[in-house]
């Protein structure tokens, strides 16, 4: 697994003019490629009018799955310059489509190429990108005594709480970053005075507003 990656926000729409042509950027957070070919669908659905609903998408941690789409447009000039989009963020497991309403003024195959890029981009910004950075669970178990001066000092902490449980003793877990583990292991000794149970549960990915 990835020690972090960026990608979509959820799911966004912007739309863009350029020379009278509507561009309708469209982009969503995807696990597979059957989600991404679902999601291209129901945009050729919902714009089935449309002059071009082009579409790229990339997906896997080594993006093994990466595919785009011209749609009619010139070779090249459309999912290719939406694909490289999506590669210069650095994005992964994302898919774009842009719909395209033709206004009456051809672009050239130069400003076809500039209008999809900038349909992308413009649709990230709108819909936000976040960094999803793989967290160790680390859940350490206390005495009630010692509750008051352990949630403070956690909640002060650099370490995010993931919840906390008042069972027989009081259980608390926590985001730590991988190679974090050995300072937060010493900082948790040293505030429960030993007395903490401390253990890791597992990992899962963290996600931040990039």
């Given at each position: 697994m990835l020690s972090h990656y960026y990608t979509v926000k959820s799911e966004g729409e912007h739309e863009?003019?350029?020379?009278?042509?509507?561009?309708?950027?469209?982009?969503?957070?995807?696990?597979?490629?059957?989600?991404?070919?679902?999601?291209?669908?129901?945009?050729?659905?919902?714009?089935?009018?449309?002059?071009?609903?082009?579409?790229a998408y990339l997906i896997g941690e080594n993006d093994l799955i990466q595919k785009?789409?011209?749609?009619?447009e010139p070779s090249g000039t459309a999912g290719v310059p939406m694909l490289e989009?999506?590669?210069?963020?650095?994005?992964?497991?994302?898919?774009?489509?842009?719909t395209r309403y033709f206004g009456g003024i051809?672009?050239?195959?130069?400003?076809?190429?500039r209008a999809y890029g900038k349909a992308v981009s413009e649709a990230l910004l709108h819909t936000g990108v976040v960094k999803r950075t793989l967290m160790?669970?680390?859940?350490t178990d206390i005495e009630y005594s010692l509750l008051g001066k352990?949630?403070?000092?956690?909640?002060?902490?650099?370490?995010?709480?993931?919840?906390?449980?008042?069972?027989?003793?009081?259980?608390?877990q926590l985001y730590v970053e991988?190679?974090?583990?050995?300072?937060?292991?010493?900082?948790?000794?040293?505030?429960?005075?030993?007395?903490g149970q401390i253990s890791v549960i597992g990992s899962e990915y963290l996600e931040e507003d990039a």
């Amino acid at each position: 697994m990835l020690s972090h990656y960026y990608t979509v926000k959820s799911e966004g729409e912007h739309e863009i003019i350029i020379q009278k042509s509507r561009f309708i950027g469209s982009c969503r957070r995807v696990e597979s490629a059957e989600e991404a070919i679902d999601f291209i669908q129901q945009k050729k659905k919902q714009h089935a009018a449309a002059t071009h609903n082009c579409s790229a998408y990339l997906i896997g941690e080594n993006d093994l799955i990466q595919k785009a789409n011209d749609d009619g447009e010139p070779s090249g000039t459309a999912g290719v310059p939406m694909l490289e989009v999506l590669k210069k963020q650095q994005l992964k497991d994302t898919v774009v489509v842009v719909t395209r309403y033709f206004g009456g003024i051809k672009l050239g195959a130069g400003g076809l190429i500039r209008a999809y890029g900038k349909a992308v981009s413009e649709a990230l910004l709108h819909t936000g990108v976040v960094k999803r950075t793989l967290m160790t669970i680390v859940q350490t178990d206390i005495e009630y005594s010692l509750l008051g001066k352990v949630e403070n000092e956690v909640r002060q902490s650099p370490y995010p709480l993931k919840q906390m449980d008042y069972l027989e003793n009081v259980r608390i877990q926590l985001y730590v970053e991988q190679d974090a583990f050995p300072q937060f292991q010493e900082w948790m000794t040293e505030l429960t005075n030993g007395q903490g149970q401390i253990s890791v549960i597992g990992s899962e990915y963290l996600e931040e507003d990039a």
